[in-house]
């Protein structure tokens, strides 16, 4: 999958602005950088969320074959959902509106709830479980999609150290069966340790490639520079500027 001179803008300010690059395949990338410097932006631009200004995204992968999991902030609770109908909605592109859930369906969600240390909530509702168990939930319910691309934005934001080992594993199981596995994170240890690529954002790209050559003291500095030099009230940006 690769970006091109991508531009994204709200209200005709940069959001992120001529990113270009390549995501390895069936590789695990880790995106970073300070706080509003395009991470999220990146990730719903890849699912077609929000229009580019200028740019264009290949993602060579069907729509039904991407899955997205959004940052926890972002999901409404108050539904009336139990944990079982929440995970089945992950076949979605497979059933269809009047489509049927087979014994197959259900088996493979309780299957993919047992995976995520879940077994025995099957018929809770989704509003009386805590941050961690949802996340856990909406876990399986992207192995319940079997997606050849996967974006993942902010997974272990305010997550515990065991819910995010249990979900680190998931993404190791899904490079080794070779899904690509792209998520915005914030912990650089953590990168280093679990993610082979990172593409360090500050609206502008500082860095893509190999981690141990993105994760460098100048790198992390000129993404701190950029951010404090930011201005929201600069001149409006126009996505056929050709970038500096």
């Not at 992120?16 to 719903?44: D, E, M, W, Y």
């Not at 979900?167 to 070779?178: A, F, P, R, S």
Request: glycine share 8%; aromatic share 6%.
């Amino acid at each position: 999958m690769s970006i091109d001179n991508l531009t994204v803008s709200y209200r005709q300010h940069p959001a992120l602005h001529h990113i270009s690059g390549q995501f390895a395949r069936g590789a695990l990338t880790a995106v970073i950088g300070p706080n509003g410097s395009g991470k999220s932006t990146l990730l719903k631009s890849i699912m077609g969320l929000l229009k580019p200004s200028g740019g264009q995204v290949h993602t060579h992968t069907a729509r039904e074959r991407i899955a997205y999991l959004p940052q926890l902030t972002e999901i409404d609770r108050s539904f009336p959902l139990q944990v079982r109908d929440c995970v089945l909605l992950g076949c979605w592109s497979a059933v269809g509106v009047f489509g049927g859930v087979s014994a197959a369906m259900l088996a493979r969600a309780d299957a993919a709830i047992h995976t995520v240390g879940l077994e025995g909530f099957e018929q809770r509702a989704v509003g009386s479980l805590s941050s961690g168990q949802f996340q856990r939930v909406l876990f399986a319910r992207l192995l319940m999609q079997e997606a050849e691309l996967i974006l993942l934005d902010e997974p272990f934001n305010a997550m515990d150290s065991r819910t995010t080992a249990t979900l680190l594993d998931l993404i190791h199981q899904w490079k080794t069966e070779g899904r690509t596995v792209i998520a915005v994170l914030h912990d650089d240890a953590q990168v280093r340790q679990h993610f082979a690529h990172t593409v360090l954002l500050a609206r502008e790209l500082v860095a893509w490639g190999p981690t141990p050559q993105v994760l460098t003291e100048p790198n992390l500095q000129r993404a701190r520079a950029l951010a404090e030099a930011w201005d929201d009230n600069a001149d409006i940006c126009h996505a056929d500027e050709v970038a500096a």
